[in-house]
């Protein structure tokens, strides 16, 4: 029996019924109204940090949105060094969010932009006890062994499609016990056509691919006790 594909990270409706579980992303403040009907992620992209105050004036707002049990994961939450606002100013409010996450016994999905030591540092300081997942990852072959080791999950997209050698080079070091799937926001990628060249990039199987991807998120991110 086939199961179905997932996409961990997505800005995207899915249309009902079919074979695609998708965890549809809602930036608190932004999104604050959960209309998908499916699996959800909220939290406080570091391109809408205000001041150190961002998650503290929306902590209610939070509690309020992950009392609805299709809330799996916090994120897309993170540092980014590309963007004006403060970098500290991130820093705290990402901290708090994955303390927050933390207390809720939720995973996480990371938006990481020229920060991975500061986002390994983080990890490191609290211990989170779900995984943390790396979106949108585009990283080199020495930061893949390097986030593996912290014991990140990694989620690729849009890139596999593109054949950035970068990203390529480091799907191939990724364990399929480790990575993930996603679309995220553009448009004109499907999560079937990502599974499909990623499938072909290591010489195995969609259907593999699709039962161990299954399996991790079945694991790692539904089961509440891992």
Partial sequence: MSVEYIDIHTHKE????????????????????LKHDGYSSIGI????????????????LFEKMISNNNVLMIGEIGLDKKVSNSIEHQKVVFK??????????????????????EIISVK??????????????????????????????????????????????????TPLDKMFFETDDI?????????QKAA?????????FKKHIYATFSDKVLNPCC
């Fill in 14 to 33: 899915t249309e009902i019924g079919s074979t695609i579980i998708s965890v549809q992303n809602h930036r608190v403040d932004v999104d604050v109204n």
């Fill in 187 to 195: 448009a004109d990628v499907g999560i079937k056509e990502v599974y």
């Fill in 45 to 60: 992209h570091p391109w809408d940090v205000k001041n150190a105050e961002t998650f503290e004036t929306r902590k209610t």
């Fill in 124 to 173: 490191k300081e609290l211990n989170p006890s779900r995984i943390q997942i790396i979106h949108g990852y585009r990283g080199n072959k020495q930061t893949t062994e390097s986030l593996l080791k912290q014991g990140f999950y990694l989620s690729f997209g849009a890139y596999i499609l593109k054949g950035d050698p970068t990203v390529v080079e480091s799907l191939r070091h």
């Fill in 200 to 208: 072909e990039i290591l010489s195995v199987s969609v259907e593999e």
């Fill in 96 to 117: 708090q969010q994955m303390e927050f996450a933390k207390f809720h016994h939720l995973p996480t999905i990371i938006h990481c932009v020229r920060s991975y030591q």
